[in-house]
């Protein structure tokens, strides 16, 4: 299961220490995925449709902070160029 926080604000981004995280960007495109470990991301610009093999389908914008678990199989569909803060674990 995909986890979403819409629009987090300030104080929980410095709670988690988002600032403190590796940045990744990506243009328009669509790829699967796998994770190996869970990923935890904030997404600083853009827009993206993440769909899991089993159906389960979420849109993240900016502002929104996702998690996902270890084992997912899915695709990512970049629908507005994308940067992100990541961490792994």
Known sequence: MIHIE???DDARQRELG???WPVWSKEVSRF???YDETETC???AGRVRVTAADGESVTLEA?????FPA???CTWE???PLSKHYRFG
Do not use: N, S
């Open 78 to 80: 970049v629908l507005e």
């Open 42 to 44: 904030w997404l600083i």
């Open 32 to 34: 699967p995925w796998h």
């Open 18 to 20: 988002v600032a403190q």
């Open 63 to 67: 502002g929104d902070l996702a998690r």
């Open 71 to 73: 084992g997912l199989d």
């Open 6 to 8: 819409r629009h987090i």
